[in-house]
C-alpha cells in the first residue's frame, strides 16, 4: 500500500527576525530543478544542487552580531532513483512493489543544530507540506566567524526541496544618532537649558560625543556699567554728561565745593545727593597736597 510520512525534530532554540524569501523566489524562477535549495541570513545567493546526498558547510563571513530567530521547509517527493512512477504510486523498475521514498535534512550554524526533518513516501504526490518554526529566544551568536551547513540524503530526483532559515545577520555595531536641542542666544554668564534626545546602541562600545564651540555675539547695548544718559554716575562719583543745578545751588548755600575732587575741575552737576535736594551734612572736600 502507497504510504506518505513526514517527521520533524527541533532543539527549541531562541530566535526572531526574518530574512527574505525573494532571492530563493528568484533562483526557481531560473532553474528548472534543484533537489535542494538552501538559504541562511548572511549568504549572498541561496545555495542549490542537484545532488542526492550532499554534506556542505561554508564560511559565509564574520559578523559582530548573528541572529536566527527561526526557519521553514518543505520537502517533496520526487521520482525514484532506479525506480519508476505507476500513476500515483512509487515503483521499482521492474515488479509491483512500492518504492519506499525517503529523504532526510538537518541543518546547522556553527555546529549547532537548527533542525532535523524527513520525508517518507510511496506516492508521487507526497510532501511534507511547509513546516515553520519560530524559536521562543533567538540564538544570538555574537562577534565570530559564521559556518552554515546541512547534510541532504535522498532517494528520489527532482524533489525541489527547500530550507530557509530565518534571522539578521549584522556586520558591525549601529553608531547611536540623536539631537542637540540649544536656545538661539544666552545672556552671557547665563545657564541655558540643553535638549538632548539620543537613541541607544545595540553595542556596549563607548562612543565619544564631540557639542560645538559656542559663538559669542554682543548686543547693541552690552556692556558691564550703565549709560549715561540718565542721571547716573561716572567712574569718579559724579554725573558730568547731565548738567543740573544742584551742584551751583548747593555752592551758594555752602554746602558744596563744585571742584568736589580736587582735580582742579569745576563739576557742572550733581554731587552726592543725587539730585537737586540739598544734603544735610556739608560735603567736606578732599585735601589735595600742594
Not at 510511496?122 to 518554526?133: F, R
Not at 551742584?247 to 575741575?265: F, H, I, P, Q, V
Request: some cysteine; charged content about 15%; hydrophobic content about 30%.
Amino acid at each position: 500500500m502507497a504510504t506518505n510520512q513526514q517527521t520533524t525534530t527541533n532543539n527549541n532554540m531562541k530566535t526572531i527576525t526574518c530574512l527574505s524569501t525573494c532571492a530563493l523566489l528568484a533562483l526557481s524562477s531560473t532553474t528548472s530543478h534543484a533537489d535542494l535549495t538552501f538559504t541562511a541570513p548572511g549568504m549572498t545567493a541561496p545555495y542549490a544542487t542537484t545532488q542526492l546526498s550532499i554534506h556542505r558547510h561554508k564560511n559565509i563571513g564574520h559578523y559582530w552580531k548573528y541572529i536566527i530567530t527561526g526557519y521553514n521547509y518543505r520537502l517533496y517527493a520526487g521520482v525514484p532513483d532506479g525506480g519508476q512512477v505507476k500513476g500515483s504510486a512509487l515503483r521499482y523498475k521492474t515488479g509491483s512493489n512500492d518504492f519506499p521514498g525517503l529523504t532526510t535534512v538537518s541543518a546547522k550554524i556553527n555546529g549547532q543544530s537548527i533542525l532535523g526533518a524527513s520525508l517518507r513516501t510511496s506516492l508521487i504526490t507526497g510532501t511534507s507540506g511547509l513546516i515553520s518554526h519560530t524559536f521562543s529566544s533567538p540564538i544570538i551568536i555574537e562577534d565570530s566567524d559564521i559556518d552554515a551547513g546541512f547534510n541532504y540524503n535522498t532517494n528520489m530526483v527532482g524533489g525541489n526541496d527547500y530550507i530557509t532559515i530565518y534571522g539578521s545577520a549584522l556586520t558591525s555595531p549601529p553608531v547611536p544618532i540623536g539631537t542637540l536641542i540649544a536656545p538661539s542666544y544666552v545672556r552671557d554668564g547665563g545657564k541655558p537649558t540643553l535638549q538632548w534626545f539620543i537613541t541607544k546602541s545595540l553595542s556596549n562600545d563607548v562612543f565619544e560625543v564631540s557639542i560645538p564651540n559656542e559663538t559669542q555675539i554682543e548686543s547693541s547695548n552690552s556692556g558691564s556699567g550703565q549709560s549715561n544718559n540718565g542721571h547716573g554716575n561716572n567712574d569718579d562719583g559724579i554725573d558730568v554728561s547731565n548738567p543740573g543745578k544742584s551742584a551751583a545751588k548747593w555752592s551758594l548755600r555752602g554746602y558744596y565745593d563744585t571742584d568736589y575732587n580736587g582735580d582742579g575741575t569745576v563739576e557742572d552737576d550733581e554731587g552726592h545727593g543725587g539730585g537737586s535736594a540739598i544734603s544735610q551734612d556739608p560735603v567736606v572736600n578732599p585735601v589735595v597736597s600742594p
